[in-house]
């Protein structure tokens, strides 16, 4: 066997996919995914990862569409290099491999005029609950701040959104039906001349379009975290099912989470994804092991 031949054979191509290299189809070449939580990056993040794709790559980026970002065509001597350049400026490898993949984020109520939740401190804050545990299978979660769904909550193994409990006044309402039109899961009807409001709580998907709409300030509203489980895009495909009502706090969400890796450390099978396995097991088991929060 040739040295190059014996070389490429002795790369231990699964370390490097857990340390972020992915192997091209050119088999010389690696694409450097840098991790990127919550889909924010400081200006000097930008620059470092400039200088690695201008003097180790062939000066391109690639955005995926979670978030990250990669610097392709980098040689595989030229790794520890690009390593020392990530360390020295603050940036770390993406994750991947049977892990909980970078949490992806909306901007969130910070930015955003709907967002109801603060997204990107609450991606960082589950990435450090969530960092080096080891799964069945690869884990996706994202946070966004609204029903509006830009990061499509639906479509993770665990989807974050945020929402609003809306709160009725009959002494402000002045019944003018503007709640009826505005809401989506039609949860509210209105008959103006009997002074009359009906509201299916049951209905509700928490948009609080109701409670932005009301010009009286008759709606009002707490807001609140909605959690989805078991989304997954790829060639098949799940809906997320959202098994709990709304909850309110930060550290309600990372308990929930924190049960359901537990959960699927437990029951999933290697390789198997979240939702298949909820679609193997039944929802109604992660419901129950979600007791607490019911």
Known sequence: MNTKLKDRVTINLKALKENGFLQQVQPDRFALRVRVVGGQLKAENLQAISEIAREYGNGTVHFTSR?????????????????KILQANGLQPG???????TVTACQGREICKHGYIETTGLARKITEATMGKDLPHKFKIGVTGCCNNCLKAEENDLGIKGGIRPVWSEAQCTFCGGCKVKCPAKAISVNKSKQKLTYKQDKCIHCGKCVKICPAKAWSGNEGLLVFFGGTFGNRILIGQRLLPIVFTEAEVLEIIDKALKFYQEHGKKGERFGFMLERLGMDKLQTALSPWL
């Open 95 to 101: 994750i991947l491999g049977a892990r909980v993949r």
């Open 67 to 83: 978030q990250a970002v990669e610097v392709p065509y980098i040689k595989l001597e030229d790794i520890e290099d690009v390593k």
